[in-house]
């Protein structure tokens, strides 16, 4: 089989209009992700064991499964106990609450990263819990562990082709169908490649600068907070 330019440039404009599709799913999940993985870690750090352990076995059982599994679950497993949700949403939902697991633990190194003193500098100023957590643990926790939240999504962005099981038709479902039209799967697939390439690879190369900034950033932020852990401004 040789490749086929005529054939790779009339294809490839069906085959790029599904990018629309694919970072609005991947986009839609990550906020998922985002917003489900710090409530995880919320509740992991809760001093109410039960509370803690069932998230601790939900985290667990979630990570242990495969996605593809979970998407099957959600999309034709839930309609059966009367919980229909259309295939967009169940492929975000999946998507999202899958990798929200990992997220959670990201969370959670960056508050355990934060110095104790922080902790009490904020009970001394008599700080409620949600203004400690909000106003001094968080917005410290989160900018050092950006870079890391950026690389989980390019994986989001990159598990998006397993979406087609359920008929989303992104890339890999464009190309697959193409390619059973015209017999001819070289070209279509390797399009796909390339534009997850092309899409992935810029996108790993400025969250590698972000963790080159935010390690020069932090590394000074340490020395300061070093001589001075109680840096809470009284106006906070």
Known sequence: MSWDWNFAIEVFPEILGAIWLVIAITVGSFLVSLILGLILTFGRRSRFKPLSLTVY????????TPPLVQLFFVYFALPAIGISINKYAAGILTLGVHYSTYISEVYRSGIEAV???????ATAMNFSKTQTWFRVILPQAIPPV???LGNYFIVLFKETPILMAIGIGEFLQKAQLIGANQFKYLEPITIVGLLFLLLSYPSALLINKLEQK???????????LSKNPFRLKSGA
Request: hydrophobic content about 40%; overall charge positive.
């Open 57 to 64: 076995a939900f985290i667990e059982f979630v990570r242990s």
């Open 115 to 121: 110095p104790k003193g922080q902790w009490e500098a």
């Open 146 to 148: 950006i870079p890391m």
């Open 214 to 224: 935010s390690k020069l950033a932090f590394s000074g932020k340490d020395k300061r």
